[in-house]
């Protein structure tokens, strides 16, 4: 089985028929890129930044992230990373941010929410990733954007830093912005959304329990959390043809993104980037290279429409 699957360490990711994709890994520290790159990843399609902020008694400087960012940038040898902006608040707390209580976490203050309120933290991780980016093909992206005004917002945080830093004089790249889809409204207006980034990617594990209103990861209901539920799948597939029309790519990051029962109807809805943990790569790219697009639409149709 190993050895049947090294193949597929290398080979190109594509359909049967020759249609190209990516099959990306999802990290969470630096260290992690270099799985990415022995399972033979496209890029990095998620790497969630959280690490750098918990089980710490300070946040951590620009230069501290900017070092972090680096390594895994230069890691990755000119594939693409794809870092994502802090998504604390919800189930992650942030030790150095005292946060009143909230009833429902889950709809509540974190990720691009929390960030865009408190400048002081988004500041410094936008400069560490704009600094990076002069260390390999970086791009960013912004979580739980759910109103254009939200990420009208975080572009021009990021294009003010962008400037700043050249003023400085200090070395940045040229730097991809990407938003997260995995709130209902964002994949309902994707049409729109579509027009101001330069890729989605799609947060199953997000999306799902939005648009169900199951909380992930609760046991008592853990049985009605479904991402190849229809009403889920469909957003998807709204998300992904918006994409298409404005020819940017679509990515998704979520767990659902490496279930073989499933990314074949992703790709048929026009998903062209999937983004795993780092050992599922070889599998799923084999998978998919059995496969001809007419064969993941004929998936894709089966589970929209069941
Ligand atoms: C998601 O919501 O699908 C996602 C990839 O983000 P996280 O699991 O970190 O919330
Ligand atoms: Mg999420």
Redo the contacts with the bound molecule.
């Keep these: 089985e190993a050895q049947a699957l090294e193949a597929f360490r290398t080979c190109p990711s594509q359909t049967k028929d020759g249609a190209a994709l990516e099959i990306c890994a ?1 990290i969470g520290t630096p260290q992690e890129a270099q799985q990415a790159m022995k399972y033979g990843a496209d890029g990095v399609g ?1 790497f ?1 930044s ?1 690490f750098l902020f918990m089980d710490r008694d300070a946040l951590p400087t620009e230069d501290e992230q900017f070092e972090a960012y680096r390594t895994a940038a230069e890691t990755m040898a000119g594939k693409p990373l794809i870092i ?1 902006t802090l ?1 604390v608040g ?1 189930d992650k707390k942030l030790p150095t941010l005292e946060l009143p209580h909230e009833d429902n976490p889950f709809l509540g203050f974190r990720a691009i929410r929390m960030t865009l309120s408190h400048p002081e933290i988004f500041r410094p991780q936008l400069r560490a990733i704009l600094r990076a980016a002069a260390y390999g093909d970086v791009r960013v992206m912004f ?1 739980m954007i759910g109103s254009m005004d939200q990420l009208r917002e975080a572009k021009a945080l990021l294009r003010e830093q962008e400037q700043t830093l050249q003023a400085e004089g200090v070395p940045t790249g040229p730097v991809k912005v990407g938003m ?1 889809v ?1 709130i209902p409204a964002a994949a309902v207006l994707a049409e729109e959304f579509a027009k101001e980034v330069d890729f989605f990617s ?6 799902t ?1 939005y648009t169900l209103a199951v909380e992930r990861g609760n046991a008592a209901v853990a049985h009605l959390y479904a991402p190849e539920h229809p009403a889920v799948l469909r957003l998807i597939a709204m998300t992904a043809q918006a994409a298409a029309e404005r020819h940017i790519p679509c990515g998704m ?3 659902a993104a490496g279930d073989p029962k499933l990314a074949p109807a992703f790709v048929g809805m026009g998903v062209n980037e999937l983004s795993m943990s780092p050992r599922r790569v070889p599998p799923v790219r084999k998978l998919l290279s059995g496969l001809t697009m007419d064969e993941c639409r004929q998936a894709a149709e089966k589970l929209l429409h069941p």
């Design positions: 999802n998620l969630r959280e994502r998504d919800g979580p997260m995995e799609i947060g199953t594990n997000d999306l329990q990051c979520g767990e």
